[in-house]
T-cell receptor
Framework: DAGVIQSPRHEVTEMGQEVTLRCKPISGHDYLFWYRQTMMRGLELLIYFNNNVPIDDSGMPEDRFSAKMPNASFSTLKIQPSEPRDSAVYFC??????????????FGPGTRLTVT | AQSVAQPEDQVNVAEGNPLTVKCTYSVSGNPYLFWYVQYPNRGLQFLLKYITGDNLVKGSYGFEAEFNKSQTSFHLKKPSALVSDSALYFCAVMGRRALTFGSGTRLQVQP
């Protein structure tokens, strides 16, 4: 398996533009997570899905952020309009949970977003 | 709500010496605990986890972690550090709201 795939790896955009980050989870995993990492705030959970359904989006900072998971193999995180303070590394992760057994999360390589 | 504390921003150790990276947690119910490592410009990589069973958990790259329920700790250890172990280490606890990560500890192993 190729692991969690994220694209693009780097994104530079101007303030006010729409940004779309993409993630392909590991096949067979039923949980998908979006995180944001900054020096100031560390690693923050933004939203997570179970079987393509958003379970908890309380970490999404503002209405400018939205996430979708139209099928088990694809998710997007969209920022519209983008602002300089959105500059961060955005990680996608996936995992498998069966009953009471919790499996570890596998992270993608991240998308480094710079908003100028 | 669950939380994780990593009290040290950075740990310095000489190559060949044992290393410990500290982690304490707070969670209601049984804790599910994890350690991850992040190398520069990479995503987080899973090292090991504690779900139940033996308090000493062995993981990847020779790392192990000791679960201590009375002290609510889950310290990461390695008997002999390598320069290549230099990275950012995150402790995490599973709660109702997925994983909660600590702030991270930068491990620097000097040759």
């Amino acid at each position: 398996d190729a692991g969690v795939i994220q694209s693009p790896r780097h994104e530079v955009t101007e303030m006010g533009q729409e940004v779309t980050l993409r993630c392909k989870p590991i096949s067979g995993h039923d949980y998908l997570f979006w995180y944001r990492q900054t020096m100031m705030r560390g690693l923050e959970l933004l939203i997570y899905f179970n079987n393509n359904v958003p379970i908890d989006d309380s970490g999404m900072p503002e209405d400018r952020f939205s996430a979708k998971m139209p099928n088990a193999s694809f998710s997007t995180l969209k920022i519209q309009p983008s602002e300089p303070r959105d500059s961060a590394v955005y990680f996608c992760a996936s995992s498998l949970k069966q009953g009471r057994i919790t499996y570890e999360q596998y992270f993608g390589p991240g998308t480094r977003l710079t908003v100028t | 709500a669950q939380s994780v504390a990593q009290p040290e921003d950075q740990v310095n150790v000489a190559e060949g010496n044992p290393l410990t990276v500290k982690c304490t947690y707070s969670v209601s119910g049984n804790p599910y605990l994890f350690w991850y490592v992040q190398y520069p410009n990479r995503g987080l990589q899973f090292l090991l986890k504690y779900i139940t069973g033996d308090n000493l958990v062995k993981g990847s790259y020779g790392f192990e972690a000791e679960f201590n329920k009375s002290q609510t700790s889950f310290h990461l250890k390695k008997p002999s550090a390598l320069v290549s172990d230099s990275a950012l280490y995150f402790c995490a606890v599973m709660g109702r709201r997925a994983l909660t990560f600590g702030s991270g500890t930068r491990l620097q192993v000097q040759p």
